[in-house]
């Protein structure tokens, strides 16, 4: 299972949408792996441990947003490092590395600065080519729970270029290679035109018939979107049932 943790007053508050976390849910989708928990907490201990300590127990991906910046309410990678036992470690290569980035933009170095080169103990750096705060991953076992994978957690910028940047250097290939081929996920689509959603939903309830599948709707006028969601492994039986779904929208389709 993976989660998302979108950590941030400015999101929770409503200033701000939380873009970063549909942008990963559906990139996660396209690799075939589904998210299972979104969780959006504001910029306070608290609650952003209680929130970590819930998906660590769920999830085997572990998806940390914002908090990695140079301000006073940036302090996801403490409360990291608090929670996992894992003391900040500084690192001196990353230090000259920021320096000369923040020189190349003219900006001032400030002392507050240096808590972007601290890291938990164990973590690996994913370098961030978009900005100034690298990102950062490390695995924690559960030993009071075999039934429970180890879980990766990765903690990353709140800047959504950057976000981008570190997701597409470090992490979208090793997610890829971690799921199992017969564990991901296939989503197929058809939009509609022409009729209201609840005449869309009866023609596919008849296609489908007694076959327990996922099925997820859409509207958004004058159109009707059909999902239909499945393992890799189902794919013979619901390619089937996604033949029967194209015949019965046939004339409604909007292609």
Known sequence: MVGILAV?????T?????????????????????TTYQIAVPDQTDEIKAALKFLQNHCSILIVTGGLGPTADDFTRKILA???????????????????????????????HRQQCEFPEGSTILSNEAGIADGFMFQIS?????????????ALPGPPKELLSIWQNHIRDRLSALVPDSQKWVQKLWTTKGLPESEVASL???????????VLYRAYTPFIDVKLLYMKKDAKTNETLGLKISQILGPWLNE
């Open 8 to 12: 941030g007053t400015e999101i929770t």
């Open 142 to 154: 559960h030993s009071n729970n075999v039934t429970i994978n180890p879980t990766e957690i990765y």
């Open 82 to 112: 608090e929670t996992y036992a894992r003391p900040l470690l500084w690192n001196e290569d990353n230090w000259n590395k920021v320096q000369a980035k923040l020189n190349s933009k003219g900006v001032r170095i400030r002392p507050i």
């Open 204 to 214: 596919v309830n008849d296609a489908l018939g007694e076959a327990g599948v996922n």
């Open 14 to 34: 409503g200033q701000i949408l939380n873009t970063n976390t549909q942008w990963l849910s559906s990139e996660l989708l396209e690799l075939g792996i589904k």
